[in-house]
C-alpha cells in the first residue's frame, strides 16, 4: 500500500488502477491471512446479522472505503494526521477494555507515530527542522491499517469489540467520502473523480484558515468516537448505535448539499 501511495504521489496514478490495488491488497487480508467481516453483529435487533459467502467482496469493500476515506481528507495540513490519532486512539481504548495486549500495543505505536508527524507537520518542530507532508503513501497505510485492526478486533473469535463501533471511530471520514461521492454522483460525475468539495473545503470557502478547520473537524470526529466509545462501555443496543448513525448521517448529507451549494455561491 506505502509502495501504490508513493507512486501515485510522483506519477498521479488513476484512481481505478488504485482501486484495484487496494482490493488486490483486501485480497491478502482475506485469502492469505484469513481475515474477513464475518459477523456484523445484532444491527437490526433480530439477531447478529453473518455474512456467508458475501463475507468476501464485503470486506474488499471495507478496505477500500478505509483507506479512501482516510486518504480523501488528506487536503489541509494535519487533517489525517489528527484523524488517525483519533481512531487508533479509540483503538487504544477498545483493546485496553479487552486486555488484548498485541492489538493495544500496535495502536499505541501509531498514535506515538502520529503525534510525531504532527509535531513536523503542524507544530512548533517543523519550524526548527522542517516541514514534512503525510502523501498518499502515508494516508492510503493509515487507512489500510485501521481497516486491518477494525477487522482484528471484531471478528475471528476473539472479538475486543462489536462491529457498530467501529463505523463511531471513523465516523468523520466516512461520512465525507460518502456524502462528496453522493453530491457526484448527483452532478452527474464519477464518484472516483476529483474535486475540491470535502469538508474541509467548504470550511475553507467560508473563509476558515486551515488551523481552525483541523480543529474544528478534530473536534467533530472526537465526539462521535466519544459516543462511539461510550456505546460499547455502556453496552447500549447495536440496532439503536447504527440507527443513530444512519440518522446523523442522512442530516449531514442533507446538510452539506445545501452548504456546499452555499459556499460554492460565498466563494464567487
Not at 65 to 73: D, E, R, V
Not at 89 to 118: E, H, K, Q, R
Not at 145 to 161: D, H, K, P, R
Amino acid at each position: 500500500m506505502v509502495l501504490i501511495g508513493g507512486l501515485d504521489d510522483f506519477y498521479d496514478v488513476s484512481a481505478k488502477v488504485r482501486l484495484v490495488a487496494q482490493l488486490l491488497i483486501g485480497s491478502i487480508m482475506v485469502q492469505g491471512a484469513g481475515y474477513a467481516l464475518y459477523d456484523m453483529g445484532n444491527l437490526f435487533g433480530f439477531g447478529n446479522l453473518y455474512l456467508g459467502i458475501l463475507a468476501l467482496p464485503v470486506t474488499l469493500l471495507a478496505v477500500a472505503t478505509a483507506i479512501n476515506a482516510f486518504n480523501m481528507t488528506d487536503g489541509i495540513d494535519g487533517l489525517v494526521g489528527v484523524l488517525g490519532v483519533i481512531t487508533f486512539s479509540s483503538l487504544w481504548v477498545l483493546f485496553y477494555w479487552s486486555n488484548n495486549v498485541n492489538l493495544f500495543t500496535i495502536s499505541a505505536i501509531f498514535v506515538a507515530a502520529l503525534t510525531a508527524f504532527l509535531l513536523f507537520n503542524v507544530g512548533g518542530l517543523r519550524r526548527i527542522f522542517g516541514k514534512i507532508f503525510m502523501g498518499d503513501a502515508g494516508s492510503m497505510m493509515i487507512g489500510l491499517s485501521v481497516i486491518w485492526l477494525l477487522v482484528l478486533g471484531t471478528q475471528n473469535g476473539e472479538v475486543s469489540f462489536r462491529p457498530v463501533t467501529a463505523l463511531w471511530i471513523i465516523a468523520i471520514p466516512l461520512m465525507d467520502m460518502f456524502a462528496v461521492m453522493h453530491r457526484r454522483v448527483k452532478k452527474g460525475k464519477s464518484p472516483l473523480s476529483a474535486d475540491r468539495d470535502h469538508l474541509h473545503h467548504i470550511f475553507m470557502r467560508f473563509g476558515f484558515s486551515s488551523n481552525s478547520a483541523l480543529l474544528f473537524i478534530g473536534s467533530l470526529s472526537i465526539a462521535m468516537a466519544g459516543f462511539g466509545l461510550a456505546g460499547e462501555y455502556y453496552e447500549i443496543h447495536e440496532g439503536l448505535m447504527m440507527l443513530v448513525f444512519v440518522v446523523i448521517f442522512i442530516v449531514y448529507d442533507y446538510s452539506f448539499i445545501h452548504i456546499w451549494k452555499l459556499s460554492r455561491w460565498f466563494r464567487k
